[in-house]
């Protein structure tokens, strides 16, 4: 299974980025992950086939995850940007995770896509 994910960039605090993720294969959960500088991996959001999306308590609001009706694509619309939110954004996926939040649960990933959030 391969994930080409794309839509990072450098953006104002409090601007918007939309990133896309595409992947090989159709499963059941897509989900974004973010890893900054000395930081442990740390969930994004997840989205069912069904629809059924799931956020971080803190990005909730701010963040919407979606995917396409092929369902082999996932969004993630950043919205008020904050300079924390800067990290490399990581697209993955897997039938059925043990646990969504836990990126040990996940066996594919993509190469990952940087954002800063930056004046």
């Keep these: ?3 080409q994910a794309s839509g990072g960039g450098l953006v104002q605090p409090g601007g918007s980025l939309r990133l896309s993720c595409a992947a090989s294969a159709r499963t059941s959960v897509m989900a974004w992950f973010r890893q900054a500088p000395g930081k442990e991996r740390e969930f994004v959001a997840a989205v069912r086939g069904s629809g059924n999306a799931f956020y971080a308590a803190s990005l909730r609001g701010r963040f919407t995850i979606s995917r396409d009706g092929a369902k082999t ?3 993630l619309q950043m919205n008020s940007l904050k300079v924390e939110d800067t990290a490399v954004y990581y697209c993955t996926l897997d039938q059925s995770p043990r646990d969504y939040r ?8 993509g190469q990952g896509t940087q954002v800063t959030v930056s004046s």
């Design 1 to 3: 299974v391969q994930l």
């Design 102 to 109: 836990r990126s040990r649960y996940y066996v594919y990933w």
């Design 73 to 75: 694509t996932v969004y």
